[in-house]
Nanobody, 122 residues
Framework: VQLQACGVGLVQAGGSLRLSCEAYVRTFSSYAMGWFRQAPGKEREFVAAISWSGGSTYYADSVKGRFTISRDNAKNTVYLQMNSLKPEDTAVYYC????????????????WGQGTQVTVSS
């Protein structure tokens, strides 16, 4: 499974940005997908996850109500819509895939994209 994330952006605080991640796999709908992020000097942290069908989602408390994860299985793509962005959202964002059910731990995800930089200026 190869994952290609897009959406590098520099936005002002309060702005919005949408990340996308395309999966190069024949059975995309077999995978639950997640987004993680890593800020400079910090550990990678969970952001959001979505089940294979899109019927279930889960968010970190820090982004709940501001970020929305979604997927289009026909396009092999998962999205992360980020609204009301804050400077503390600045990080490299990674998409990841797992054959397990929704997970919040990076160890649960086997496949990772290359990461895409999001910078939120104050």
């Amino acid at each position: 499974v190869q994952l290609q994330a897009c959406g590098v952006g520099l936005v002002q605080a309060g702005g919005s940005l949408r990340l996308s991640c395309e999966a190069y796999v024949r059975t995309f709908s077999s995978y639950a997908m997640g987004w993680f992020r890593q800020a400079p000097g910090k550990e990678r942290e969970f952001v959001a996850a979505i089940s294979w069908s899109g019927g279930s989602t889960y968010y970190a408390d820090s982004v709940k109500g501001r970020f929305t994860i979604s997927r289009d299985n026909a396009k092999n793509t998962v999205y992360l819509q980020m609204n009301s962005l804050k400077p503390e959202d600045t990080a490299v964002y990674y998409c990841a895939a797992t054959t397990s059910s929704l997970g919040t731990l990076s160890s649960e995800y086997r496949y990772w994209g290359q990461g895409t930089q999001v910078t939120v200026s104050s």
